[in-house]
T-cell receptor, first 113, second 118 residues
Framework: GNSVTQMEGPVTLSEEAFLTINCTYT??????LFWYVQYPGEGLQLLLK?????DKGSNKGFEATYRKETTSFHLEKGSVQVSDSAVYFC????????????FGSGTRLSIRP | EAGVAQSPRYKIIEKRQSVAFWCNPI?????LYWYQQILGQGPKLLIQ????????DSQLPKDRFSAERLKGVDSTLKIQPAKLEDSAVYLC????????????????FGQGTRLTVV
């Protein structure tokens, strides 16, 4: 079945460090891919998305490129801030009106000042 | 545009009691989801509605969980009787119907209801 695998956390970085959170997927077909973020005490928010191969999603300095050849959607940011501390979820959704969103297990990110 | 509304935000009950959660999706969104998020894990789909019909309830423990979406708008999720392992955050989300060739859009999530069963 369809699934998402992302790197386990927690990930702890110093402010202004470079961030990569790995995400790979398994899907029968070509899904849309998402990164959601969950800040402490809040609900899930969409961070960025990509709907087809080679698309790059970007938002708030974060980027991820849809790589069909490696079935990956790694999240990157060049210089993290303390305010980026949150849990990040990679997710996919097949292109069907009946499709559900399938989430990875989440990666907790902590940024030290 | 108002977001997905959920209530209550927090609920503490004893095992074997019953509990209900309410969700009002974004206006006009055809698809409504209920997810269960256990601490340290990713959200897991419990049930998905398209308007007022069930699309996927394969992971819903039907001996104790039930959900309905009357009139294709708001929805309730019920647990009866609750078990300790039901302690989790219950997330409601909605998404619009795909338009023609436009790929599926993302889902919009409410803040969730944190359930603690003691």
């Amino acid at each position: 079945g369809n699934s998402v695998t992302q790197m386990e956390g927690p990930v702890t970085l110093s402010e202004e460090a470079f961030l990569t959170i790995n995400c790979t997927y398994t899907a029968t077909g070509y899904p849309s891919l998402f990164w959601y973020v969950q800040y402490p005490g809040e609900g899930l928010q969409l961070l960025l998305k990509a709907t087809k191969a080679d698309d790059k999603g970007s938002n708030k300095g974060f980027e991820a490129t849809y790589r069909k050849e490696t079935t990956s959607f790694h999240l990157e940011k060049g210089s993290v801030q303390v305010s980026d501390s949150a849990v990040y979820f990679c997710a996919l959704r097949m292109d069907s009106s009946a499709s559900k969103i399938i989430f990875g297990s989440g990666t907790r990110l902590s940024i030290r000042p | 545009e108002a977001g997905v509304a959920q209530s209550p935000r927090y609920k503490i009950i004893e095992k074997r009691q019953s509990v209900a959660f309410w969700c009002n999706p974004i206006s006009g969104h055809a698809t409504l989801y209920w997810y269960q998020q256990i601490l340290g894990q990713g959200p897991k789909l419990l049930i998905q509605f398209q308007n007022n019909g069930v699309v996927d309830d394969s992971q819903l423990p039907k001996d104790r969980f039930s959900a309905e979406r009357l009139k294709g708008v708001d929805s309730t999720l019920k647990i009866q009787p609750a078990k300790l392992e039901d302690s989790a955050v219950y997330l409601c989300a909605s998404s619009p119907r795909p338009q023609g060739s436009v790929p599926n859009t993302e889902a919009f999530f409410g803040q969730g209801t944190r359930l603690t069963v003691v």
